[in-house]
C-alpha cells in the first residue's frame, strides 16, 4: 500500500485553529478570597488620596484589578478603555487594525460577562480608539489586561472627592465651588481705562502691555476655541454684537456637546448656552467687541470664537462632563481654522478620554492653553490640575499685582506652570473686569481661568501678527516676551508676558 504523504502546511492550519479556538474560550480566573468584595468608596478614594499626597497625581494605571472594578461598580458600571498597537496608539486615522481590535475585545467582554453586543457597548468613538463598556465582573477586567492592545481601562463614572473634603462626597458637591455664578457688578474705576470708541480696558491688560501692543495687532484672521459652559444667550456683545465697533469681519460660532444627565448612556445634549456663567466670562476676556457699549473690551477683540459648552461647571468630574471635553477637543482638533484652545476647566487626576482628546488636537498643530487650578474646597489640596500638567498643554496661572511676583489667594503654583497673568489688586483685591452673562452689565472674574482665557487672546495676537507662524514659534516668542526669561522659574515659569514684547 502505498503511503501518503500530508503536507506541512495541513498540520500548520490545524494548530492554529486550534489556538484561535483556544483563545476564544473563556479562561477560568481564580480570584483569591480578600479580592473577591468590592472596595467601599472611602478605599478608593484613600489609595487616590495616599498617591496624591506621595507623588501630586493619580493614574488609574497604577490602580489593581479590584480598584479599578470597585470603581467602576460605585460608578454605573461603566469603564473606557483605550486601546490600540502601542500607547499612542490613539488616532483611529492612523490606526488599520482599529477596527478589529475593538472587535476582540468587545468578544472578550461578552464572553466573560455574558451578555450581548447591545448590553455592554456604551459607545465608540470616531476618531480616538476608546470604547465605553458596561462591566460587572472582575473577571472581565483581568481578562481584558492580558491583552497587549489595552492602552489603559479607567472607570468612566466614578466621581471622586478627595477625604479631607467628604462633606462634598456627592455628585453635586463639585458645583458648590464650580466657579458658576450669575452675579453682575459695577466695576470701580480705578479698575479701568476708557478708551475709543467707549470701550472699557481691564486693569490687569496695561500690566501686559496689552494696549500697545493693539498697535500691531488686534486678533485678526486668527479663531480661539475655548472649551468651557457655553455662552450667554443673554449677553449680545458675544452673540449678535459680536461685529461692532472697532470689532469687524468676525465669527463667533456656539455649539454644546454636554449631555445634562446622570446617565452615561444619555446622549440627547442641552444645548450651547451657558447655564453656569463660567464660559461667558473667559469668552468675554479673549475675544470681546471693542465698541461703544461702555463695556469691558477683550484682549483679541479682531479674533474669531469658536465655543464649546462642554460641562455644567469647571469641577470636570462626571462622565457627560468628561465625554463632553473629549469631544469638543477632538472637534477643536478637526476644525482646520482653530488654532488656539482655551481650558479653564480640569481635575484633579488624569482622564485617558480627555488626554487622548488633546493629543489628538496637539498632532494637528494646536497651541492648547489649560489653567493651572484655582482653590476651592474640591481641589485646594491639589497643585497644578489635569490636564495643564500634560506636555501638550501650556499651563498658565494667576498673580497678584505688584513688583514682586505672588499667587493670587487661591491659584496653583508648581514646576508646570509656563506663564502667569496678573489678575488680582494688590489693595483691592479686585479681579479683572469682563462683560457679565446679562446684557449691559459687567462682572468681575478671577483665578487662573481668567488668566489662561487671557493668555490665549495675547497668543492670538502673536499670531496674527505673523500668520505663517507655527504653534512652536509663537510659544517660543510668548516665552521670550517673559519676564523670567531665558530662566523658567519653579513655581511661575516664564511670569508675566509683555504682549507689546511678543508682537514685536
Not at 159 to 167: D, E, I, L, P, R
Request: net charge neutral; charged share 15%; hydrophobic share 40%.
Amino acid at each position: 500500500m502505498r503511503n501518503k504523504l500530508i503536507p506541512f502546511s495541513f498540520f500548520l492550519f490545524v494548530f492554529l485553529i486550534s489556538c484561535n479556538q483556544e483563545d476564544s474560550e473563556k479562561t477560568p480566573i481564580v480570584i483569591d478570597a480578600a479580592q473577591r468584595e468590592p472596595m467601599s468608596i472611602l478605599q478608593v478614594n484613600t489609595v487616590i488620596d495616599d498617591a496624591i499626597t506621595s507623588k501630586g497625581n493619580f493614574n488609574w494605571k497604577e490602580a489593581s484589578t479590584q480598584m479599578l472594578w470597585s470603581a467602576a461598580f460605585h460608578g454605573n458600571n461603566v469603564i473606557t478603555i483605550g486601546f490600540g498597537n502601542s500607547k499612542s496608539d490613539f488616532d483611529r486615522s492612523k490606526s488599520s487594525n482599529n477596527q478589529q481590535i475593538q472587535e476582540d475585545l468587545l468578544n472578550i467582554i461578552m464572553n466573560y460577562e455574558n451578555q450581548t453586543l447591545s448590553k455592554i457597548l456604551v459607545s465608540a468613538d470616531v476618531d480616538l480608539n476608546i470604547i465605553n463598556v458596561i462591566i460587572t465582573k472582575q473577571e472581565t477586567i483581568i481578562a481584558l489586561k492580558r491583552s497587549n492592545y489595552i492602552r489603559y481601562i479607567e472607570p468612566a463614572d466614578y466621581q471622586y472627592v478627595s477625604k479631607k473634603n467628604a462633606q462634598f462626597r456627592s455628585a453635586a458637591s463639585s458645583s458648590s465651588s464650580s466657579g458658576c455664578g450669575f452675579e453682575s457688578e459695577v466695576l470701580s474705576t480705578a479698575d479701568y481705562t476708557t478708551v475709543s470708541p467707549n470701550a472699557q480696558v481691564p486693569w490687569t491688560f496695561y500690566q501686559h502691555n496689552i494696549p500697545n501692543a493693539w498697535a500691531f495687532s488686534t486678533g485678526r484672521g486668527i479663531t480661539i476655541g475655548i472649551v468651557d459652559t457655553g455662552l450667554s444667550p443673554n449677553q449680545t456683545l458675544l452673540n449678535t454684537s459680536f461685529n461692532t465697533g472697532d470689532s469687524s469681519g468676525r465669527t463667533v460660532q456656539k455649539f454644546g456637546v454636554y449631555v445634562d444627565s446622570i446617565w452615561p448612556w444619555s446622549t440627547t445634549v442641552d444645548g450651547p448656552n451657558d447655564q453656569c456663567g463660567h464660559g461667558t466670562s473667559m469668552a468675554s476676556v479673549a475675544t470681546a467687541p471693542r465698541n461703544n457699549n461702555g463695556l469691558p473690551v477683550g484682549v483679541a477683540y479682531n479674533a474669531n470664537l469658536v465655543m464649546y459648552r462642554a460641562a455644567s461647571n469647571v469641577v470636570v468630574d462626571s462622565y457627560q462632563e468628561q465625554e463632553g471635553v473629549k469631544k469638543a477637543f477632538t472637534a477643536l482638533a478637526n476644525n482646520a481654522n482653530v488654532k488656539i484652545i482655551s481650558m479653564s476647566m480640569g481635575y484633579v487626576f488624569s482622564v485617558g478620554k480627555i488626554e487622548d482628546a488633546i493629543r489628538l488636537a496637539y498632532s494637528k498643530g494646536k497651541l492648547i492653553f489649560c489653567a493651572a487650578g484655582t482653590s476651592t474646597s474640591f481641589t485646594t489640596f491639589v497643585g497644578v490640575i489635569f490636564p495643564a500638567w500634560m506636555p501638550e498643554t501650556v499651563a498658565v496661572t494667576g498673580v497678584k499685582e505688584g513688583s514682586i511676583v505672588t499667587a493670587c489667594d487661591d491659584c496653583h503654583t508648581g514646576s508646570k506652570v509656563d506663564f502667569t497673568i496678573v489678575m488680582q489688586r494688590a489693595v483691592s483685591g479686585n479681579n479683572v473686569p469682563v462683560d457679565s452673562y446679562y446684557n449691559g452689565q459687567s462682572d468681575y472674574i478671577g483665578g487662573s481661568s481668567v488668566a489662561t482665557a487671557t493668555t490665549a487672546g495675547i497668543a492670538a495676537l502673536v499670531w496674527a501678527k505673523n500668520p505663517t507662524w507655527t504653534r512652536d514659534q509663537v510659544l517660543t516668542k510668548m516665552k521670550q516676551s517673559g519676564n523670567f526669561y531665558p530662566n523658567k522659574s519653579t513655581v511661575f515659569g516664564y511670569g508675566n508676558i509683555n504682549a507689546f514684547l511678543a508682537v514685536q
